[in-house]
């Protein structure tokens, strides 16, 4: 009679095992890679980043949302659309670069670049932010994605005013960017995306310093680096 109970508490729990997990991931908007997100929590992302950034979602950072609970604060956002330039020629190829905050305790910040149509160049890009009144606690990444292609980087160059990271541009369509970082909840930070006007190396790319009145209020580009970039401007958010 003993076993007979023990065999029936064994085979109810290993039925719950395995249905129990489908039944919550059904009641979820969005699951993919042990990530389930309501619907808001779904939108809410897609404002942060854009709509299919949630298959780069890594699951560690879906709880680092829920644990500073910015899904019940506003994204402010501020952006702007940068025309392509080739020599003395502005080109139909636009990009856009936006930068997002979301504030509870600390910030989550996200400096976001979309190409609209495909750069000719496709060389080592430079993209950061520069803190005014601020701190940087942590940089998470940077994701660069495009048709069946996606990428992480975390090689940062650090200053005690800002960061900033070389990405490849991949030789693929529908090309977009995202740099996540935290901050304290006050002052104000300016993002960057610069664009190489022709090819260079890494370490070219990597000569600059961090300081206001740079390409875009961030990057002060010295010896080999000087004139490689289109000098776009930047965006900013006060945190205050």
């Excluded at 780069?56 to 956002?77: P, R």
Aim: glycine share 8%; charged share 15%.
């Amino acid at each position: 009679m003993k076993k007979k109970t023990l065999f029936l508490i064994i085979v109810v729990v290993l039925v719950f095992g395995v249905i129990s997990p489908k039944v919550n991931a059904k009641s979820y908007y969005y699951n993919d890679n042990g990530v389930y997100l309501t619907q808001q929590e779904y939108q809410y992302i897609s404002e942060l980043y854009w709509e299919g950034y949630q298959q780069y979602l890594a699951k560690s950072d879906y709880n680092l949302m829920k644990e500073m609970d910015i899904f019940n604060h506003e994204i402010k956002k501020s952006e702007i659309m940068v025309p392509l330039t080739i020599g003395n020629t502005v080109t139909s190829h636009l990009r856009t670069l936006s930068i997002n905050s979301s504030c509870s305790s600390e910030c989550m910040i996200t400096l976001v670049m979309a190409w609209m149509g495909t750069p000719t160049v496709k060389s080592y890009d430079v993209m950061g932010a520069r803190v005014d009144n601020a701190t940087i606690t942590r940089i998470i990444n940077t994701v660069v994605t495009g048709n069946n292609y996606g990428k992480t980087y975390t090689n940062f160059q650090r200053f005690n005013n800002g960061f900033g990271i070389s990405v490849l541009v991949p030789n693929v369509d529908n090309i977009k960017t995202a740099t996540t970082f935290l901050t304290t909840n006050s002052g104000t930070i300016y993002g960057s995306y610069q664009h190489a006007k022709k090819n260079i190396t890494e370490a070219i790319s990597k000569n600059y310093s961090i300081g206001p009145g740079g390409y875009g209020n961030v990057f002060n580009f010295i010896g080999n680096a000087t004139g490689i970039y289109d000098d776009a401007p930047g965006v900013s958010v006060d945190l205050s």
